[in-house]
């Protein structure tokens, strides 16, 4: 089935340093990606979503100077967490969904662990 | 705006007992509605989902879900419930539109021996 990779697993960095998700497509092509943050026993919210070829779209409140989003190809798209800091400490889940398959569920990758020192 | 409504945090049940947790939703249009599931630092599994068509729907891992027009709702449910059901799950919709999937806060199942 379709399979979403999602790589670091886990990342502990100094305060200061930008971090960088990768998120793979390994079976299939995505046009767009979304990418989901989720603090301890709470839900995913949903931070941007991820388009080939242009601009991200951010939700309400996500800073996108802070998270910036590159989707070069139709199986890759990067989260870059610039200048992280203790509160940007979180877990990050990336997501994709087969393209021109929009009744078809979204598939996850296994999330990214950041912690900021 | 979309939204997901799971009334319960945790629900609490002993294996082999039926289990269901239960969702709630608002979305302007047909819904199409998913459940996840998510184990300790790990990513989305999906279970099911409704499109259209027959209002019980059945997926992985003997879960199955019932999509209620009336009351919007569409609660999952287990016959029988498995210790190794233990997890946090997740309803979620969207809408026709094909927008990101919005989720509900995730409801704590605990299956006891």
């Known amino acids: 089935g379709a399979v979403v990779s999602q790589h670091p697993s886990w990342v502990i960095c100094k305060s200061g340093t930008s971090v960088k998700i990768e998120c793979r497509s390994l079976?299939?092509?995505?046009?767009?990606m979304f990418w989901y943050r989720q603090f301890p026993k709470q839900s995913l919210m949903l931070m941007a979503t991820s388009n080939e070829g242009s601009k991200a779209t951010y939700e309400q409140g996500v800073e996108k100077d802070k998270f910036l989003i590159n989707h070069a190809s139709l199986t890759l798209s990067t989260l870059t967490v610039t200048s992280a800091h203790p509160e940007d400490s979180s877990f990050y889940i990336c997501?994709?969904?087969?393209?021109?398959?929009?009744?078809?569920?979204?598939?996850f990758g296994d999330g990214t662990r950041l912690s900021i020192l | 705006a979309q939204s997901v409504a799971q009334p319960e945090d945790q629900v609490n049940v002993a294996e082999g007992n039926p289990l269901t947790v239960k969702c709630t939703y608002s979305v302007s249009g047909n819904p199409y509605l998913f459940w996840y599931v998510q184990y300790p630092n790990r990513g989305l599994q999906f279970l099911l989902k409704?499109?259209?068509?027959?209002?019980l729907v059945k997926g992985s891992y003997g879960f199955e879900a019932e999509f209620n027009k009336s009351q919007t709702s569409f609660h999952l449910k287990k016959p029988s419930a498995l210790v190794s059901d233990s997890a946090l799950y997740f309803c979620?919709?969207?809408?026709?539109?094909?927008?990101?999937?919005?989720f509900g806060k995730g409801t704590t199942l605990s299956v006891s021996s």
């Open positions: 979620a919709v969207r809408d026709q539109a094909g927008t990101a999937l919005i």
């Open positions: 409704y499109i259209t068509g027959d209002n």
């Open positions: 997501s994709a969904r087969e393209e021109g398959k929009n009744n078809q569920p979204q598939h």
């Open positions: 079976d299939f092509q995505a046009t767009t």
